[in-house]
């Protein structure tokens, strides 16, 4: 954006052929300079009678996408080369940049793969080695709902793709042609958020929630998006505020209502100006904020934490102040609001295809069952699917309730529209695949073909068992997790095994890195289909629900199958009882008299020095527990393979939690090596 200085020496540039310097004391005769600018509609109409000639481009939708894939090749390849790593990319994502039409053409698609991988890059920031991966969720939504357009252009994109279903864009590869200003280096803010964060003792999963919260805000600082209305009244407020605090916080409450998805309120906007205006003039070589408050403003409201880092380089920007991690967190507190406790309920929604299919179904279910809580959307078949998923938007932000919604459809791309949805309003939404319209189009085109009406029925119902059955051709199972291999996540199973009447088939697994995660439980869902996973943490994949060790051991071993089948239960604080019964009947060595005067010490001096959940206080119980019953067996377990690390990494946690074992070992007469105790420190330190 030029501003009017700039315009009219621009201005005299086109008319004259002469270029002043800044006291107009010398001047270039520029008459045979080549003048390449790039500006909106806006800045062409202010201009083009000043031009001799004008040249004009098509605006990056009009381009073939032989052209836009050449920029997205090229735009990835920088970003590959200022990361330093190199750049996986899926084809599903190619496609979705292809076909999106960006507002502001060639510089909106370069941002939009910048923001992308700069995202994907905070997932791999403490592993050197690995490639950067951009998945589809890495893009904005209005990217992602472009794939809906996908198959009216398949042909092409195949020509252009053809089969390849991964591309990787190489590091090393040099261009010379984009330069970059080094005060606003995405990756060396990232990187230094990140070591900041880790000096800090935060968690590394907390670090990237955080940091994906800043990349997502950090875009805002740039001039490439709209502007917006001002909402607040600030003649008043302008007179003891400097205006330049007024506007950047202006800024930063359009952001909070994007990023929080909540209306900020006027005193929290008018409090935030008097604060930021406060810190002009305020000493900050004084720690206002001690170092829990930190942790806990950081891990429990990473978004409030991101939005406020934007603000802070805001201000830095500005007035060149930088504002140390205290203050960032002060302006956070700012923006936290405490959760209020809903008394709503999921409600159900029906979408079907053709006029008034669903709305009859909404009317005879809230006639019959008098609740009241059912909604319909009739997907007419004239209707683009642009207008239908806008449209099916605005109903489920009207009818949520806060507790989800269940979703009964029958055919189409509904579950693709519902996903972008349930992504960009961060509503829980659950399908019920219903395909009557499906069926009647088949039994419609077998009547039309055959003569025999016995052949059209029981062909269609052997397709209809066939397709019923589909899904139960898989045996259920239940997979208890824990994070280590001492035996946790077996004796979990075992409990189960001896409680549950469900029938169930239960699977351990004690796996602590992700990816290992991952790959056996999709190995596990070829066969099998995935009731839940119980145990001392959820591993939030694939949207199977999860079940907390610490509900099932605060309840009686009657209550598993209706905690294992998502039953409301009136819980009681936990008391280790059913642990301890449990344990009595499984162990062979160690005395659970014994344990019951030794072990809740232990744990309650973990909990002091770490701060642990109920989960985490329970697992670490089974799992210590299990420990000492492996050794006084001599089962030894397989040592971890990053254990030299994260001696390494975490040597004053090693003393701490060796010292707070030693009456363990001198009780049960057992040496607890440093493989185990790494286990533990894994535990507590969630690795």
């Known amino acids: 954006m030029l501003n009017s200085t700039e315009k ?53 939708a009009s381009r073939p996408l032989s052209e836009k894939l050449a920029l997205i090749n090229y735009f990835f390849t920088i970003e590959a080369n200022n990361a330093k790593k190199n750049i996986e990319v899926k084809r599903e994502i190619l496609v979705a940049l292809l076909l999106t039409d960006f507002p502001l053409n060639v510089k909106g698609l370069e941002m939009e793969i910048k923001r992308a991988s700069a995202t994907a890059c905070v997932r791999v920031m403490d592993d050197p080695n690995s490639n950067i991966e951009v998945t589809i969720s890495d893009l904005n939504n209005e990217v992602q709902k472009s794939l809906i357009r996908s198959r009216t252009q398949s042909t092409e994109i195949f020509d252009l793709l053809g089969s390849q279903m991964l591309f990787i864009y190489d590091c090393n590869e040099q261009y010379q042609s984009i330069t970059y200003d080094d005060s606003h280096d995405l990756y060396a803010e990232i990187r230094s958020q990140y070591t900041e964060l880790s000096k800090r003792g935060i968690n590394t999963e907390t670090i990237h929630n ?83 408050q930190i942790v806990h403003i950081v ?5 409030e934490y991101g939005i406020s880092i934007q603000l802070g380089q805001m201000f830095k920007d500005t007035f060149n102040i930088e504002l ?37 179904l909404c009317d005879v279910t809230n ?16 209707k683009d699917s642009t207008t239908s998923l806008q449209e099916i938007k605005t109903l489920v932000q009207r009818i949520d309730n806060g507790q989800g919604i269940i979703v009964i459809y029958d055919m189409g791309s509904i579950k693709t529209m519902l996903d972008t949805i349930s992504e960009e309003t961060d ?15 088949d039994v419609a085109r077998k009547c039309s073909q055959e003569i025999d009406l016995e052949y059209v029925y029981h062909t269609t119902m052997r397709e209809m068992k066939t397709m019923l059955q589909m899904n139960d051709s898989r ?102 009882s059913a642990v301890y019964s449990f ?83 001198k009780a049960f007469k057992v040496i607890i090596d440093d493989n185990q105790v790494v286990a533990i420190i894994m535990i507590l330190n969630k690795l």
């Not at 891990?299 to 978004?303: A, G, I, L, M, V």
């Not at 991690?325 to 209020?340: G, N, R, T």
Request: hydrophobic share 40%.
């Open 8 to 60: 009219s020496r621009l201005s005299e540039f086109l008319e004259s052929g002469l270029l002043f310097n800044e006291d107009r004391t010398d001047f270039i005769d520029a008459n045979s300079t080549f003048l390449v600018l790039s500006c909106g509609p806006n800045g062409y109409n202010e201009f083009s009678q000043r031009m001799s000639m004008v040249i004009q481009l098509p605006d990056l």
């Open 210 to 292: 955080i940091i994906n919260s800043h990349v997502n805000t950090l875009f805002k600082r740039y001039n490439y998006y709209r502007s917006f209305n001002d909402e607040y009244d600030t003649e008043q407020l302008s007179k003891i505020v400097d205006p330049k605090i007024i506007h950047m916080v202006t800024k930063i409450m359009d952001t909070c209502k994007n990023e929080l998805q909540r209306e900020i309120q006027p005193q929290v906007f008018y409090g935030l100006c008097l604060h930021m205006n406060s810190l002009l003039t305020l000493q900050l070589n004084q720690s206002r904020v001690d170092d829990d």
């Open 299 to 303: 891990q429990e409201y990473p978004k």
């Open 324 to 360: 140390p991690i205290e203050e960032i967190v002060i302006i956070a507190m700012f923006l936290i609001k405490d959760e209020e406790d809903t008394e709503g309920h999921p409600v159900l929604l029906y979408i079907f295809h053709g006029k008034g299919v669903a709305t009859s």
């Open 367 to 382: 006639t019959l069952t008098h609740t009241n809580n059912v909604y319909a959307y009739d997907l007419c078949l004239e």
């Open 427 to 441: 509503i829980k939404i659950r399908y019920i695949y219903f395909p009557i319209t499906l069926l009647g189009l």
């Open 475 to 576: 045996k259920e199972i239940i997979i208890t997790l824990c994070h280590t291999g001492e035996g946790g996540d077996f004796q979990l199973k075992q409990y189960i095994d001896q409680y549950s009447n469900l029938g169930f088939k239960t699977i351990p697994l004690a796996i602590s890195k992700r990816d290992e995660l991952i790959s056996q439980v999709m190995a596990l869902k070829k066969i099998y289909r995935i009731h839940c996973f119980v145990g001392t943490y959820d591993p939030k994949l694939m949207g199977i629900p999860f079940v907390s060790m610490t509900k099932v051991f605060e309840n009686k071993p009657e209550a598993i199958d209706k905690i294992l089948m998502f039953e409301p239960i009136q819980s009681k604080q936990l008391d280790y």
């Open 583 to 665: 344990l009595e009947e499984q162990f062979k060595c160690i005395s659970v008299s014994k344990l019951k005067s030794i072990l809740p010490s232990i744990i309650d001096e973990l909990e002091i020095i770490y701060s642990l959940s109920a989960d985490q206080k329970v697992g670490l119980f089974v799992h210590i527990a299990c420990l000492l019953e492996n050794c006084k067996q001599g089962v030894c377990k397989q040592a971890c393979k990053d254990a030299d690390t994260i001696l390494e990494d975490y040597p004053e946690d090693f003393k701490v939690v060796s010292k707070v074992l030693k009456p363990l070992e």
